[in-house]
């Protein structure tokens, strides 16, 4: 029965997923929603699902976007074969090996790896790729999806350098496809 966005109880998920199922205990339905991207794929969702399908409730996916699939699809990369691979790790050095494992995965396999990063380190990882990757692997950067302010650019990591091009702190998927 639809009813007003301000009479909906809205709560963060949090470490407490097991207490937010107490509506499904009392026979009430709950939804998820992520905001931004798509709930328990790369989302702390995922605990609540898992309590929920636990405890033997049912959980139905509803169709909705997901950014990592939005971004693949506008990417014109490998749209066959593709890892969604989540966060990369924060420090450098393990950073940049990573970058270098999923750039061979990516010649090697013919397949896009995609991955995720927090806003405030966008620039952080977009210096990283640029500086571990070939200059003909290709890499899209698609930001703010569905968005007025959306962009989705695919070069190769040579034309990524020559264009000095900088993200800022905006939800950005990128996707890696080596030649």
């Known amino acids: 029965m639809p009813r007003p966005l301000q009479e909906i109880e809205i709560v963060e998920i949090g470490e407490r997923s097991a207490e937010l199922l107490r509506p499904l205990r009392e026979n009430r339905s709950i939804g998820l929603v992520s905001e931004a991207g798509c709930p328990a794929i790369a ?18 996916p509803l169709v909705g976007p997901s950014s990592i699939v939005l971004a693949l699809m506008a990417s014109g990369l490998e749209g066959q074969r593709f890892a969604f691979c989540g966060y990369l ?15 061979q995965r990516s010649r090697r396999e013919k397949e896009t790896e995609i991955f995720i990063e927090t806003p405030y380190r966008n620039e952080v990882l977009l210096a990283a790729l640029l500086e571990a990757c070939k200059q003909k692997t290709k890499l899209c950067v698609a930001a703010d999806l569905t968005l007025p302010a959306e962009s989705v650019t695919t070069k190769t990591i040579a034309e ?3 264009a000095k091009a900088t993200i800022g702190r905006r939800p950005a998927v990128f996707l890696l496809l080596a030649d």
């Open 160 to 162: 990524w350098r020559r």
């Open 89 to 103: 790790p924060r420090e450098a050095p393990a950073r940049n090996q990573k970058i270098r494992e999923l750039e």
């Open 43 to 60: 989302d702390p969702g995922a605990a609540l699902v898992e309590a929920a399908r636990q405890e033997g409730f049912r959980v139905v």
